[in-house]
C-alpha cells in the first residue's frame, strides 16, 4: 500500500516555495536566482522541484511568452498549519497543550497513581 502523501514538503521543495512567496510570481530563472543565495542549484533542477510542486498541487503557472510563470497556490500561513500539524501528531500525539508545555521546559501532568499502587514511604 502507498504511503500518503505529506501536506508539508521536503527542504529544497520548501527553497522553492519560499522564494515564490517573496516573489509573488516567477520564472524558473527568478527562483534559481534567489534559491542561489543559499543553495547554488542548476536551471533543471529547479525546473523539476517546480514541475514536482505544479504535481503536488502547491503551485499554478501560466506561458508568457516563451517561459512559464510559476505563483504559489498554497500560502505560507496554510504551509505553517500544515506543518505544525504534522508537528503535534507525530511527537506530541495531537495535543497542543503537550507542545506548549514542551516549549516552556515543563513536563505534562502525570496522572496520580490509585492509592493502592504508591509506597507507604513512612516505613522507608
Do not use: N
Not at 520548501?14 to 517573496?22: D, G, M, N, T
Request: hydrophobic share 45%; aromatic share 6%.
Amino acid at each position: 500500500m502507498a504511503k500518503p502523501a505529506r501536506e508539508v514538503p521536503p527542504p529544497l521543495e520548501l527553497l522553492c516555495l519560499r522564494a515564490l512567496w517573496s516573489l509573488e510570481q516567477g520564472t524558473v530563472k527568478d527562483v534559481q536566482r534567489i534559491v542561489a543565495q543559499t543553495r547554488p542549484l542548476a536551471y533543471t533542477t529547479i525546473m523539476t522541484v517546480l514541475d514536482r510542486l505544479l504535481r503536488k498541487g502547491k503551485l499554478r503557472r501560466h506561458k508568457m511568452a516563451r517561459a512559464f510563470v510559476y505563483s504559489p497556490e498554497t500560502s505560507r500561513d496554510a504551509m505553517r498549519r500544515a506543518a505544525l500539524t504534522e508537528l503535534l501528531d507525530g511527537y506530541f500525539d495531537g495535543s497542543e497543550e503537550a507542545l506548549i508545555l514542551f516549549l516552556q521546559g515543563r513536563e505534562p501532568a502525570r496522572p496520580a497513581a490509585p492509592a493502592g499502587d504508591r509506597l507507604d514511604t513512612v516505613l522507608l
